[in-house]
């Protein structure tokens, strides 16, 4: 409701100071400090006195006077020395609130979006840094979705890269495993961790003849693109067992997926092939002939596109130099040996994800997905199974991937725009984040030895490849045995499996929340302690409150409370006022999720619908402290009180299955 009047007051004073002064002129709209000064308030007077040679106190004056009727608007003042501060209508504020109590989302409409998630290299067991991408990508999906905006969800699956190369090497050359003896070990439950295990040995192994192991990982990777023999028996078994391993693991978080699209197809179905001939064709790719990419065809640089926005900034380039070996000013799409690199495959991808590659994949429902799901996945062999909607043009992708690979997205961004499709390219979006690594507290409690060194840092970073990390499986078990224990001692009425069900609710909601409450700038230092608390900026806390208000409504009912006696006048009453301020506060606090949704659509911020939920659930909790609700001798008083709570109670619960965390009944 918040933000449905702020475009109603943006709107309004667009046309006003259009039509009076002739100026068009971007509203700016902010919320003031303080509840008295109003609810929303606009500078837009004093970009105005630079053009019209006035005081900007004097043209406020004029539009607060000339501005006419703002539906839910109650009036608009002069402020300081040229503000406009607008104060809603209150009472219509409540009402239009109450009609939107059922939290419902926007009619669906526009074109399609993909959001392209998770996307884990299927070599080993999930870990704490593949959850943020998860969570991330999940919860934009759900803001999206609230918004009215049709999407579908992707989990690009890497089953030819080199990590899976890596585990191939390590069971058929390390291990001397035969495929039928890694089949048998495949349908283990704990096959993903057997494997994380193996690749940090394989990175071991390799590092003793780098030379060798340079030429074997090049053949096994090439037999494995090409789908030929026993290294691409095993990596098929290999990747599509983790894949299993995954779904489930992000299943318990309440995350599900439509389409696993894999990079085998890509390759199997000319894919590649087809992008391989567009960029050779438009000269966005050249063959090197000479110096250390000799072999390889590569993209070009420019250096007037090396700087500034959408191009390739010298501390990224640094970043890939170090971590890849390559030339800063070109990207190797195909390296000497003829095998194709992921940011090749990956334009591909983002090729057919627009529409732009005249292609489409056949598609197959995946075995054993979890339970209550229906997931796709691309196949090589064709098929009858209507799912053609996956190969439906999207007008906007979100790529969830982190920081670390913005230079690559950067490139698979000019291999649009080198392809004449700026306009695909524009809309391919990096929902970049950082690293979650750990705090040496939370290292310790997981069972790693520590150097003294590193116990005085403030976090400690984990690395698949060195095997040091936190796998998600366990995390969740760590998460859900500390809070069962606390909800055995607090529920002992509840039967087992209503505790673990409470138990698994708030774990989740620890983590989510916990992962979500950040920017995705910032480095995440994860501790259980901090992630658990029932105090502070936490999931639990935000579940609290609702198990708290849930708990008023109930025993209000089995004391005979109603709020039957709330009239339109009573509800202007009680609004008005100093007294009426602090009940106005918590109910703008309600009506303002909206708000919360279109900035964290426009600045593709999900940490905005967190810090919405948890200033919320703050809100309501001084409001517990402050008002006895069904001990209030005022019976229309009482009864307001009791439908505020509901209300409250109804957009916190949504705000926090947007954030997909579910509110228990007890805690």
């Known amino acids: 409701m918040y933000q449905t009047l702020m475009n109603r007051l943006r709107e309004a004073?667009?046309?006003?100071?259009?039509?009076?002064?002739?100026?068009?002129?971007?509203?700016?709209?902010?919320?003031?400090?303080?509840?008295?000064?109003?609810?929303?308030?606009?500078?837009?007077?004093f970009e105005l006195a630079k053009r019209l040679k006035?005081?900007?106190?004097?043209?406020?004056?004029?539009?607060?006077?000339?501005?006419g009727k703002v539906e839910g608007i109650a009036r608009v003042e002069v402020a300081g020395g040229g503000y406009l501060n607008a104060y809603f209508d209150r009472g219509a504020f409540w009402a239009s609130a109450r009609a939107e109590q059922s939290g419902e989302s926007r009619?669906?409409?526009?074109?399609?979006?993909?959001?392209?998630?998770?996307?884990?290299?299927?070599?080993?067991?999930?870990h704490i840094g593949h959850v943020r991408n998860a969570v991330l990508g999940d919860t934009m999906v759900r803001i999206l979705r609230h918004a009215g905006k049709r999407v579908q969800i992707q989990n690009y699956i890497d089953n030819t890269g080199v990590q899976v190369a890596d585990v191939v090497i390590g069971f058929l050359h390390m291990e001397q495993r035969t495929p039928i003896g890694v089949k048998m070990m495949a349908q283990e439950p704990k096959f993903d961790y057997y494997c994380w295990d193996l690749y940090a040995k394989a990175t071991n192994f390799f590092e003793e003849d780098k030379e060798q192991a340079a030429k074997l990982r090049g053949e096994t990777l090439r037999a494995i693109e090409e789908g030929k023999g026993e290294d691409a028996e095993v990596a098929q078994v290999v990747a599509d067992a983790i894949v299993g391993c995954h779904l489930r693991t992000m299943a318990r978080l309440?995350?599900?997926?439509?389409?696993?699209?894999?990079?085998?197809?890509?390759?199997?179905?000319?894919?590649?092939?087809?992008?391989?001939?567009?960029?050779?064709?438009?000269?966005?790719?050249?063959?090197?002939?000479?110096?250390?990419?000799?072999?390889?065809?590569?993209?070009?640089?420019?250096?007037?596109?090396?700087?500034?926005?959408?191009?390739?900034?010298?501390?990224?380039?640094?970043?890939?130099?170090?971590?890849?070996?390559?030339?800063?000013?070109?990207?190797?799409?195909?390296r000497s040996n003829g095998t194709v690199t992921y940011v090749g495959k990956d334009i591909a991808y983002q090729l057919w994800k627009f529409g732009l590659l005249g292609k489409d994949f056949h598609y197959r429902k995946w075995p054993n997905a979890p339970e209550g799901q229906t997931v796709w996945a691309t196949t090589s062999e064709a098929?009858?199974?209507?799912?053609?909607?996956?190969?439906?043009?999207?007008?906007?992708?979100?790529?969830?991937?982190?920081?670390?690979q913005a230079y690559l997205q950067k490139v698979v961004a000019a291999g649009l725009r080198a392809l004449g499709h700026s306009k695909e390219a524009e809309h391919s979006i990096h929902l970049s984040y950082e690293i979650v690594a750990l705090t040496p507290r939370c290292a310790a409690e997981m069972g790693y030895e520590l150097?003294?060194?590193?116990?005085?840092?403030?976090?400690?970073?984990?690395?698949?490849?060195?095997?040091?990390?936190?796998?998600?499986?366990?995390?969740?078990?760590?998460?859900?045995?500390?809070?069962?224990?606390?909800?055995?001692?607090?529920?002992?009425?509840?039967?087992?499996?209503?505790?673990?069900?409470?138990?698994?609710?708030?774990?989740?909601?620890?983590?989510?929340?916990?992962?979500?409450?950040?920017?995705?700038?910032?480095?995440i230092a994860f501790d259980f302690k901090d992630a658990l608390s029932f105090e502070g900026e936490t999931g639990p806390y935000c579940q609290y409150a609702v198990v708290r208000i849930r708990g008023i409504r109930r025993k209000g009912k089995e004391a005979g409370a109603t709020d039957e006696a709330v009239t339109k006048e009573s509800v202007s009453r009680l609004l008005a006022g100093t007294e009426g301020n602090s009940l106005w506060e918590l109910l703008v606090a309600a009506g303002s999720l909206d708000y919360a949704v279109d900035a964290a659509i426009a600045t593709q911020e999900p940490a905005f619908i967190a810090k919405h939920a948890f200033q919320l659930a703050q809100a309501l909790n001084n409001f517990y402290h402050k008002h006895h609700i069904l001990s209030e001798a005022d019976e229309q008083k009482r009864g307001f009180l009791l439908r505020l709570t509901e209300l409250v109670e109804a957009q916190l619960v949504t705000a926090l299955s947007l954030l997909g965390i579910e509110a228990p009944e007890k805690m």
Not at 107 to 126: C, D, L, R, W, Y
């Open 254 to 334: 309440g995350i599900a997926y439509e389409l696993l699209a894999r990079e085998s197809e890509i390759l199997h179905l000319h894919f590649w092939d087809a992008a391989f001939g567009m960029l050779k064709k438009s000269g966005a790719i050249q063959l090197a002939t000479s110096g250390k990419m000799a072999g390889c065809w590569v993209m070009p640089w420019k250096e007037e596109v090396t700087t500034g926005a959408g191009g390739i900034g010298p501390e990224s380039a640094e970043n890939t130099e170090k971590t890849e070996g390559e030339d800063t000013q070109d990207k190797i799409i195909v």
């Open 54 to 67: 006035k005081a900007p106190r004097q043209i406020a004056q004029e539009i607060a006077n000339g501005l």
């Open 107 to 126: 009619a669906v409409s526009g074109g399609k979006i993909i959001v392209e998630h998770t996307s884990i290299n299927p070599n080993k067991a999930a």
């Open 13 to 45: 004073l667009a046309g006003h100071i259009r039509e009076k002064y002739g100026v068009e002129l971007a509203i700016v709209l902010e919320r003031p400090p303080k509840i008295e000064m109003g609810e929303a308030a606009s500078p837009a007077c």
């Open 383 to 404: 098929n009858d199974l209507a799912a053609s909607h996956f190969g439906e043009p999207a007008t906007s992708v979100y790529n969830v991937i982190d920081a670390r």
């Open 451 to 523: 150097t003294p060194e590193e116990a005085r840092k403030p976090y400690v970073e984990v690395s698949g490849r060195r095997g040091f990390g936190v796998k998600a499986d366990d995390l969740l078990d760590k998460l859900e045995t500390a809070t069962i224990e606390e909800v055995r001692q607090r529920h002992a009425e509840m039967n087992t499996e209503e505790q673990k069900l409470t138990a698994h609710a708030i774990a989740v909601g620890a983590l989510r929340f916990f992962l979500l409450k950040f920017t995705r700038n910032a480095i």
